[in-house]
């Protein structure tokens, strides 16, 4: 292979200025001795920020949920500096409990508990049964409330309300028949961070992963998307 592209967990969870390596990403990292290993950061960090530009049609102080802070740090943070107030989804969609925060509370909240919860196994932490819960979720609330649902695809896909109406989705990683269901449960505008081939919008990873197999660092990505078009660039109805 040219290069391998990591999906479902990353090597570090990124949080403010400060990153704590996770034991899972870390032990997976070690098992590739030659090939480029990525696990999509590189793409959320300097790629997917981008995508808040073209939320014109949002007005600002409508709150945006992201489900996993700890997995789109950089998102969040252009989310919230554009002026769409940031709520955390990590205590809601990975440890099932029924918070949410802002982003400096969680932030703060982060600094001091994560150097103990990066430790917990992957399973505590993302949905790794594909199947969407039945009945109650504990991220019910957040997202009745949310106008922009963002993040990782498989997190918003396992909490799916039923009612969407009007709302916008950031993420990547989706297929034809993902965006029929959003579809059919109303979501008003669905903007991917990834480009589009043919109907799927690949996840973080596998674009990094075709970047990284060209031999291209990361501080060139946003200038090489740009120019092959492969930058956030409009909303899809």
Partial sequence: MDALGLGGVNFYYHLGTRRYPSPTGQYLARQVKTTPLVDGCGW????????????????P????LVVS???????????????YPVVAG????????????SLS??????Y??????????????????????KGYSSARHLLARAKIIAGDWHFIRHHLPVALQGKV???SGTTPGDRELLRRRGAGWLLST???FDGISPAANAVEAILASLGIEEEQYTVLAERWGWLPDGVEK
């Fill in 44 to 59: 959320k960090r300097w790629v997917e920020p981008l995508a808040v530009k073209h939320l014109a049609l949002v007005p």
């Fill in 61 to 64: 102080g409508n709150p945006a």
């Fill in 69 to 83: 802070i700890l997995d789109r740090f950089w998102l969040a943070n252009a989310l919230q500096t554009a002026g």
């Fill in 90 to 101: 990590d205590a809601a969609c990975a440890l099932k409990l029924p918070l949410g925060f």
């Fill in 105 to 110: 509370t969680f932030t703060a909240l982060g």
């Fill in 112 to 133: 001091l508990t994560m150097p103990f919860l990066a430790h917990l196994p992957l399973r505590y932490l993302y949905p790794l049964n594909p199947t969407p819960p």
């Fill in 169 to 171: 989705i950031i993420t």
């Fill in 194 to 196: 990834t480009p589009d």
